[in-house]
Structure formats: structure tokens, C-alpha cells
């Protein structure tokens, strides 16, 4: 077994500790700290995967600035205390429903995957997750939607201005 | 490329009045100024090619029709402004930059009528939302606007991520994010139908039936349209549901024909139709204020609109634009004139025609456009759309069924008529000035030319 697929196997043992862990544990404030170890194992396989920035980003926008903003969310509505919530009928039955269907989706490509594979999965070579690949295609292919979304920005900007200034 | 950039070029513009000019009046002047240049600019577009030379790599592609289409757009929004920009600064303390926001909102239309990547679309549907969840809530002091605002933003939020899941299951399955995937350019030469795609494409109705606000996912619709400032419900109820619907057809006739062997898109569409044809016109029914029945209304209009995405034809396109074009013109000039009502319920307009007669009659036009009576725009536009269901030959039973909830809608809209002209009361409203009766005499007179000459509209689309 190769360092490669000793680290696979170790990320992915992480990855699925943590998620089980964030639903099994009671205090939210655990289930969220349970949350980041996730991102870093998820982190840890786009390394393997060649895609640094993919797994950069992901540690910033997610384990960084989303966790933080649960975090804060929690502790001031004040969460931490164990509260059992009532959940009715159809919220069960919504969740069962939904989750069916992704487990549908899920049963779907892993039905493929082998024919899948041959197809997508880069080995070796994979130099497409690399930071300088990526700003090439974002500046000569990708560049319209780029400068597009400065307006989806602005126009957020603007609102904050708008809804957040005293009158 | 003309409307794209210059509307994000003037909305910048007038964030800059906002510091520049402390008279709130000159805003108004400056954003119908904008649209007439970018109302230009589009036209220009359309016949001799664009200012710009930009090469978008396929990821917009300008055709006749979406430029048609803006070019509607943008005209209804210069009427807006000019019918009710003066509200549009009671609205609330920051005048500027609701112009701006309604011009960012055209950017992201004029994106959504031209879109030829999903990429594109997501950035489009995103303009045109995000503006509108902050004019939603632009009446701070208000508990309910605040609570539409809220409301409208978590619900989009929401249906975002369903667009957002559709485009990345769609990509997985075509490995493109081109609308129009040649099937041999798949990969691997993947022959089938992909499973994935499918439910991706399922996820993108979901998502698009809620922006257009169909049946079953137009619970935020009515709360949305009450709640908001009128001046901002007018804008949203119209231009924006238009431009929405431009996407919705796009995004369809580029992708239902290749996956129609594992989904039956037509009777997925006409569940939807049905659905929400029986609850707007039902539910309208009701309704005790004008504001929400309109709001319930604009529901079931979207069910006849959305005859064109389940028809896909020729006769489709043709009846989107003229439906775009007569549901816009009626509903400016019925919300132009709600606005300016002191009171919003149907007893408001009691007596209306006495006491402002050029209002009450142009309600009266608008509303029996909005019904679909003869001799109006409205006629002709859902006798289109009902023409290329016909067309399609199949589920020709929905005519029916269109038709009766069309008779049913004539029972709300004749409720306000009945209270402007047949019932004793004293109609308050706030001081209309000679330019807006004029303004709405000019939508008036324009609805009855399309419902006698459609083709005055459709021409055009053609010359």
C-alpha cells in the first residue's frame, strides 16, 4: 500500500467519522466543531486530487468563514443547551422523501461509476485543480461570466448600503 | 450586449447622482434618460450588430428574439418610470439606488433573454433576484415589508441552491454547460439519456417555476406582492416575471426535446398549468384588497404564459412576446393607478368614476386587457398561446380548462369595475397631475392597438 493510498483511506475514515458525528451529537456546538474536521478531511482528498485551490478555498469559505458564522449563530440564539425538538409527521416523512432521492441519485452513479472512470478520473497527469490553469481559463474563457457577476456584487453592495445605514 | 452593459453602466450612473445630486427629483429624469439610451442601444443592436466586440466564447448568444424581447422590456420599464417614478420616492430614503437596482435588475433580464450556458443563466437569475429582495424590503419602517423581504429572500435563497443542484447534475451529466450539447459530443459517446441530466433538468423546472412563481411553488408570491412597496410590486409583477419567463423558454426548447424519451415534459407542465391556473383564479376569487388580488392574479397569469414553455413552437414564441407585452401594459397601468389609491381594499374604488372618470376608465381597459375581453391586447395574447396549444395537437383538453379559469378571472377584475362605475362611494385618492392621465390614456390607447392590430407588435419581431 502506497503513502498515496494509506492517505486515502485515512481521510476517509476522518471524513465519515465527522460526518457521523455531527448528527450524533447532542450539543450543536460539538456538531459544528465536528463539521470543520470534515472540511479538512474533504480538504485533504482535493489535495490528493491534484486540485490545491479547490482545497485552499474550501478551507477558508467553509472550515473558516461559514463555520464561524454557525458558530456565532449558535451561541447567540443560544443553542448550546441541549433542546430535544418536536418533530412532527411530515417533517419526517419530507426528510424521508428527500433523502430518498438523493440516495436515488447516489445508487445511479455509483451504478455507472465503472463506466464513468475510464472517462473523467485524471490519474497522474491531472493538472487541472492547479491555480495556474484555473486563472487561464478564468481570464480568456470564462471571462464574460467574471465581469458579469461584479454587477451580481455591486447590486448585493448596494443593498447592504440600502438596508443596513440608519435613516 | 448593448442593454447588458449599458444598463450596468447607468446603474452605476445614478450611484454616483445619489452623491452628486441632493435633489431627489432629477433621479427619475436620469434613469428614463438611461433607458431611452439603452432602449436605443438595444435597437441598434438588433438591425446593424452591437457597440461592443466582445467575445463571449458561446456563452451569450444574441437572437432576434431575445433582443425583441429586451427591447419590450426595457420600453414597459421606460413607461413604468414615467408613470410612477415619482412613487418610487415615497418609497423610501434612498432614491438613487432603487434606480440603480432596477437597472442591475435589467441587466440580469437582458442576460436571461440571451443566456447560452447554464452559467450564464444561474448569473442571470441572480441579478434579477438579489436587486429585488433589497426593493422588497425598501420600506423599512414597515413590519410587513420587512417580513416579505425576509420571506422572499430565504425562499430564493432556497430555490437558488435547486437551480444550482439542477445546473451541477445536468453538468455531470453532459460534461457541458452548454445549452445545446450535441448528443455525439457527450462523453465517451454516451448514447442514452443520462439519468443524471434528467433530474438535473428537474431540479431546473422546480427552480424556474418558482422564479416565474407557478403553482406549486408560489406560496411567497402573494405575501411577496403585498408586502413590498406597490411601486416595487409593479416592477416585479411585470418586467421581472417576463424576463424569467424568456429564460424558462429558452432553457426549455434547448433542452426538452433530446430528454423527452425519459420524462413526459407535457404532462409534467400541464400538472403545473392546471395547478396554477385553478389555484391563482380560485384563490383570487376571495380576495378582499385589490393589491393581494392582483398578486393572486399575477399567479394565474403565469399559468397562461406558461402555455408557451409547454408548447414550444413558433406560435409560442410569437404569443410569449405579445402575452409579455399586453400582461406588462395592463398590470403598469392598473398599479400605476393603486398606487395612487388611499385605500387598497375593493370598497377604495368605490365611486372612482365620478370622481376621476381618465383614471377609472383606463383601470377599466387595463382589467379587461388582464381578462382577455375582445378589442384589447390581452385577447390576442392568450388566443395565442391557446393556438399553439392547439398547435402542438396534443392535451388539447387544457384549452378548456384555460378558458374556463379565463371566465372565471372576469368575475375578480369586473369586481373593481363594478366598484368604480355601479357603486355610491368616495374614492380617495392622492393628486394626480395632467402628465400621468395623459401617461395613462397612452397605455390605454396602446393596449386597444394591440388587441385590434397585434400584428402592429409582431412585425416589428419580423421587419
Same mark, same amino acid.
Given at each position: 500500500?502506497?503513502?498515496?493510498?494509506?492517505?486515502?483511506?485515512?481521510?476517509?475514515?476522518?471524513?465519515?467519522?465527522?460526518?457521523?458525528?455531527?448528527?450524533?451529537?447532542?450539543?450543536?456546538?460539538?456538531?459544528?466543531?465536528?463539521?470543520?474536521?470534515?472540511?479538512?478531511?474533504?480538504?485533504?482528498?482535493?489535495?490528493?486530487?491534484?486540485?490545491?485551490?479547490?482545497?485552499?478555498?474550501?478551507?477558508?469559505?467553509?472550515?473558516?468563514?461559514?463555520?464561524?458564522?454557525?458558530?456565532?449563530?449558535?451561541?447567540?440564539?443560544?443553542?448550546?443547551?441541549?433542546?430535544?425538538?418536536?418533530?412532527?409527521?411530515?417533517?419526517?416523512?419530507?426528510?424521508?422523501?428527500?433523502?430518498?432521492?438523493?440516495?436515488?441519485?447516489?445508487?445511479?452513479?455509483?451504478?455507472?461509476?465503472?463506466?464513468?472512470?475510464?472517462?473523467?478520473?485524471?490519474?497522474?497527469?491531472?493538472?487541472?485543480?492547479?491555480?495556474?490553469?484555473?486563472?487561464?481559463?478564468?481570464?480568456?474563457?470564462?471571462?464574460?461570466?467574471?465581469?458579469?457577476?461584479?454587477?451580481?456584487?455591486?447590486?448585493?453592495?448596494?443593498?447592504?448600503?440600502?438596508?443596513?445605514?440608519?435613516? | 450586449? *448593448?442593454? /447588458?452593459? !449599458?444598463? =450596468?453602466?447607468?446603474?452605476? $450612473? @445614478?450611484?454616483?447622482?445619489?452623491?452628486?445630486? &441632493?435633489?431627489? #427629483?432629477?433621479?427619475?429624469?436620469?434613469?428614463?434618460?438611461?433607458?431611452?439610451?439603452?432602449?436605443?442601444?438595444?435597437?441598434?443592436?438588433?438591425?446593424?450588430?452591437?457597440?461592443?466586440?466582445?467575445?463571449?466564447?458561446?456563452?451569450?448568444?444574441?437572437?432576434?428574439?431575445?433582443?425583441?424581447? *429586451?427591447? /419590450?422590456? !426595457?420600453? =414597459?420599464?421606460?413607461?413604468? $418610470? @414615467?408613470?410612477?417614478?415619482?412613487?418610487?420616492? &415615497?418609497?423610501? #430614503?434612498?432614491?438613487?439606488?432603487?434606480?440603480?437596482?432596477?437597472?442591475?435588475?435589467?441587466?440580469?433580464?437582458?442576460?436571461?433573454?440571451?443566456?447560452?450556458?447554464?452559467?450564464?443563466?444561474?448569473?442571470?437569475?441572480?441579478?434579477?433576484?438579489?436587486?429585488?429582495?433589497?426593493?422588497?424590503?425598501?420600506?423599512?419602517?414597515?413590519?410587513?415589508?420587512?417580513?416579505?423581504? @425576509?420571506?422572499?429572500?430565504?425562499?430564493?435563497?432556497?430555490?437558488? #441552491?435547486?437551480?444550482?443542484?439542477?445546473?451541477?447534475?445536468?453538468?455531470?451529466?453532459?460534461?457541458?454547460?452548454?445549452?445545446?450539447?450535441?448528443?455525439?459530443?457527450?462523453?465517451?459517446?454516451?448514447?442514452?439519456?443520462?439519468?443524471?441530466?434528467?433530474?438535473?433538468?428537474?431540479?431546473?423546472?422546480?427552480?424556474?417555476?418558482?422564479?416565474?412563481?407557478?403553482?406549486?411553488?408560489?406560496?411567497?408570491?402573494?405575501?411577496?406582492?403585498?408586502?413590498?412597496?406597490?411601486?416595487?410590486?409593479?416592477?416585479?409583477?411585470?418586467?421581472?416575471?417576463?424576463?424569467?419567463?424568456?429564460?424558462?423558454?429558452?432553457?426549455?426548447?434547448?433542452?426538452?426535446?433530446?430528454?423527452?424519451?425519459?420524462?413526459?415534459?407535457?404532462?409534467?407542465?400541464?400538472?403545473?398549468?392546471?395547478?396554477?391556473?385553478?389555484?391563482?383564479?380560485?384563490?383570487?376569487?376571495?380576495?378582499?384588497?385589490?393589491?393581494?388580488?392582483?398578486?393572486?392574479?399575477?399567479?394565474?397569469?403565469?399559468?397562461?404564459?406558461?402555455?408557451?414553455?409547454?408548447?414550444?413552437?413558433?406560435?409560442?414564441?410569437?404569443?410569449?412576446?405579445?402575452?409579455?407585452?399586453?400582461?406588462?401594459?395592463?398590470?403598469?397601468?392598473?398599479?400605476?393607478?393603486?398606487?395612487?389609491?388611499?385605500?387598497?381594499?375593493?370598497?377604495?374604488?368605490?365611486?372612482?368614476?365620478?370622481?376621476?372618470?381618465?383614471?377609472?376608465?383606463?383601470?377599466?381597459?387595463?382589467?379587461?386587457?388582464?381578462?382577455?375581453?375582445?378589442?384589447?391586447?390581452?385577447?390576442?395574447?392568450?388566443?395565442?398561446?391557446?393556438?399553439?396549444?392547439?398547435?402542438?395537437?396534443?392535451?388539447?383538453?387544457?384549452?378548456?380548462?384555460?378558458?374556463?379559469?379565463?371566465?372565471?378571472?372576469?368575475?375578480?377584475?369586473?369586481?373593481?369595475?363594478?366598484?368604480?362605475?355601479?357603486?355610491?362611494?368616495?374614492?380617495?385618492?392622492?393628486?394626480?397631475?395632467?402628465?400621468?392621465?395623459?401617461?395613462?390614456?397612452?397605455?390605454?390607447?396602446?393596449?386597444?392597438?394591440?388587441?385590434?392590430?397585434?400584428?402592429?407588435?409582431?412585425?416589428?419581431?419580423?421587419?
Amino acid at each position: 500500500m502506497g503513502i498515496l493510498q494509506f492517505l486515502f483511506w485515512l481521510l476517509s475514515a476522518v471524513a465519515l467519522t465527522g460526518a457521523i458525528m455531527v448528527l450524533a451529537s447532542k450539543n450543536p456546538v460539538h456538531s459544528v466543531l465536528w463539521l470543520i474536521v470534515v472540511f479538512f478531511a474533504i480538504s485533504g482528498h482535493y489535495v490528493l486530487l491534484n486540485a490545491q485551490f479547490l482545497a485552499v478555498v474550501n478551507l477558508i469559505v467553509y472550515a473558516g468563514a461559514i463555520m464561524v458564522l454557525f458558530l456565532f449563530v449558535i451561541m447567540l440564539m443560544n443553542l448550546n443547551t441541549v433542546i430535544e425538538t418536536r418533530k412532527n409527521l411530515w417533517m419526517k416523512a419530507a426528510g424521508i422523501i428527500s433523502g430518498g432521492i438523493l440516495f436515488l441519485i447516489m445508487i445511479s452513479v455509483v451504478r455507472s461509476s465503472a463506466d464513468m472512470v475510464s472517462r473523467t478520473a485524471q490519474l497522474k497527469e491531472g493538472s487541472i485543480g492547479l491555480i495556474e490553469t484555473l486563472g487561464k481559463v478564468l481570464f480568456t474563457q470564462y471571462v464574460v461570466p467574471f465581469e458579469i457577476s461584479s454587477v451580481l456584487f455591486l447590486s448585493a453592495m448596494v443593498g447592504a448600503v440600502v438596508i443596513g445605514k440608519k435613516d | 450586449m *448593448n442593454a /447588458i452593459i !449599458l444598463s =450596468a453602466i447607468w446603474g452605476v $450612473v @445614478l450611484m454616483f447622482c445619489s452623491v452628486l445630486i &441632493k435633489n431627489k #427629483g432629477v433621479y427619475r429624469h436620469i434613469a428614463a434618460l438611461g433607458l431611452l439610451v439603452i432602449l436605443a442601444g438595444n435597437i441598434h443592436e438588433t438591425y446593424h450588430g452591437s457597440f461592443f466586440n466582445i467575445d463571449t466564447h458561446e456563452m451569450l448568444r444574441f437572437s432576434r428574439f431575445g433582443l425583441f424581447f *429586451n427591447t /419590450i422590456l !426595457l420600453a =414597459a420599464t421606460l413607461l413604468y $418610470v @414615467l408613470l410612477s417614478g415619482r412613487d418610487v420616492e &415615497k418609497a423610501g #430614503g434612498y432614491v438613487a439606488e432603487y434606480f440603480t437596482l432596477i437597472f442591475f435588475v435589467l441587466c440580469g433580464a437582458s442576460i436571461l433573454t440571451s443566456f447560452n450556458t447554464l452559467l450564464m443563466l444561474f448569473i442571470g437569475i441572480e441579478i434579477l433576484s438579489i436587486p429585488l429582495y433589497i426593493l422588497t424590503g425598501s420600506d423599512k419602517r414597515n413590519l410587513r415589508s420587512n417580513e416579505a423581504a @425576509l420571506k422572499y429572500f430565504l425562499m430564493g435563497a432556497f430555490s437558488t #441552491g435547486i437551480l444550482l443542484m439542477g445546473i451541477a447534475l445536468v453538468y455531470g451529466g453532459t460534461g457541458s454547460f452548454m445549452l445545446e450539447v450535441p448528443r455525439s459530443a457527450i462523453m465517451g459517446g454516451y448514447k442514452g439519456v443520462s439519468f443524471l441530466e434528467v433530474t438535473g433538468l428537474l431540479f431546473l423546472l422546480v427552480a424556474m417555476s418558482f422564479k416565474v412563481s407557478a403553482a406549486p411553488f408560489h406560496f411567497w408570491t402573494p405575501d411577496v406582492y403585498d408586502g413590498a412597496p406597490s411601486v416595487f410590486t409593479s416592477f416585479m409583477a411585470t418586467i421581472v416575471k417576463a424576463a424569467a419567463f424568456a429564460a424558462f423558454l429558452k432553457l426549455f426548447e434547448a433542452r426538452v426535446g433530446d430528454t423527452s424519451a425519459a420524462v413526459d415534459w407535457k404532462l409534467l407542465l400541464s400538472i403545473i398549468i392546471v395547478s396554477t391556473l385553478l389555484i391563482g383564479n380560485v384563490t383570487a376569487v376571495f380576495q378582499q384588497s385589490v393589491k393581494r388580488m392582483l398578486a393572486y392574479s399575477s399567479i394565474a397569469q403565469a399559468g397562461f404564459m406558461l402555455f408557451a414553455v409547454f408548447s414550444l413552437n413558433d406560435v409560442a414564441k410569437e404569443g410569449l412576446l405579445l402575452y409579455a407585452t399586453a400582461y406588462s401594459l395592463a398590470t403598469i397601468g392598473v398599479f400605476a393607478v393603486l398606487i395612487k389609491m388611499k385605500d387598497v381594499t375593493f370598497e377604495g374604488f368605490n365611486g372612482l368614476a365620478r370622481k376621476n372618470p381618465v383614471l377609472a376608465a383606463t383601470t377599466t381597459i387595463c382589467l379587461l386587457s388582464l381578462a382577455g375581453i375582445p378589442l384589447t391586447a390581452g385577447f390576442f395574447a392568450k388566443f395565442s398561446m391557446l393556438s399553439a396549444v392547439i398547435k402542438t395537437g396534443t392535451y388539447t383538453w387544457l384549452v378548456v380548462v384555460a378558458v374556463l379559469f379565463a371566465a372565471v378571472s372576469a368575475y375578480y377584475y369586473f369586481r373593481v369595475i363594478q366598484a368604480m362605475y355601479f357603486k355610491e362611494g368616495d374614492a380617495q385618492t392622492e393628486e394626480v397631475t395632467g402628465g400621468f392621465k395623459v401617461l395613462l390614456i397612452a397605455v390605454a390607447a396602446l393596449v386597444i392597438l394591440f388587441g385590434v392590430q397585434p400584428q402592429a407588435l409582431l412585425n416589428w419581431f419580423y421587419f
